[in-house]
């Protein structure tokens, strides 16, 4: 469908979600980086991503945003009027209402607990965001200093995995009529034995989880709250 904007290949499409009018959203991380090297971006820290509206209709594609910090998940709402996407290394979820391509606000939920990753919506309207690393007091400062994310960039892309793997991760509830309280957290033991959550879906009691670098699918059985 499209591959490119204004004659200029995507570097690296992350993820996507339809419209009931068929325009179909699109996350790209990052313009600096490619997805094999996607750890710099989040080292580096700079907001290199945008999102991407494409029209089947008129077979164009537009910029929606930019200057956003490594846009991850994106979902539409079910009443079609509000974006919902995730901003990685900023932590924060972003939602903005849009008319006719026009961006008429911005909503960050700030202060996430973790990093946001892969967000979906269940059959109550409530967000389930995929959280692949929970911060804590450390790790927020060391993202923070240079000469740590100088070392961490020059070390091979497994170990980022192996980091990745230490580190606490799960995924949060959000009802977003009641935020800030979040409705559930869920932690590593939660999880079952997948490493590095991206992504969780609901469906008919039960919660999966999906993983970028686990070749596997792991569910259990929800009770609602």
Not at 14 to 19: L, R, S, V
Not at 175 to 192: A, C, N, T, Y
């Amino acid at each position: 469908l499209t591959n490119s904007y204004r004659g200029v290949p995507f570097n690296f499409i992350d993820n996507f979600d339809i419209a009931a009018d068929g325009k179909i959203y699109i996350t790209e991380p990052s313009t600096k980086y490619p997805q094999s090297n996607d750890f710099m971006d989040i080292f580096e820290g700079k907001p290199h991503g945008r999102i991407y509206v494409y029209d089947p209709k008129t077979k164009t594609t537009e910029l929606l945003l930019e200057n956003l910090y490594f846009p991850n998940g994106i979902q539409i709402s079910p009443d079609q009027q509000t974006l919902y996407f995730a901003e990685t290394t900023a932590a924060r979820k972003v939602d903005t209402t849009s008319q006719d391509k026009m961006l008429a606000k911005l909503n960050f939920l700030e202060g996430l607990p973790g990093a946001p990753d892969g967000i979906e919506f269940n059959s109550k309207g409530q967000l389930w965001v995929a959280t692949p690393s929970f911060r804590d007091f450390i790790s927020d400062r060391m993202i923070r200093f240079m000469p740590i994310k100088r070392i961490l960039a020059r070390t091979p892309r497994f170990i980022h995995h192996e980091l990745v793997n230490t580190r606490e991760m799960g995924g949060l509830l959000i009802d977003l009529h009641k935020w800030p309280r979040l409705q559930k957290i869920l932690r590593s033991k939660d999880v079952g034995k997948i490493k590095f959550v991206t992504t969780i879906l609901e469906k008919h009691g039960k919660l999966y989880f999906g993983s970028l670098i686990d070749n596997a699918f792991e569910y259990l059985i929800y009770r609602s709250l």
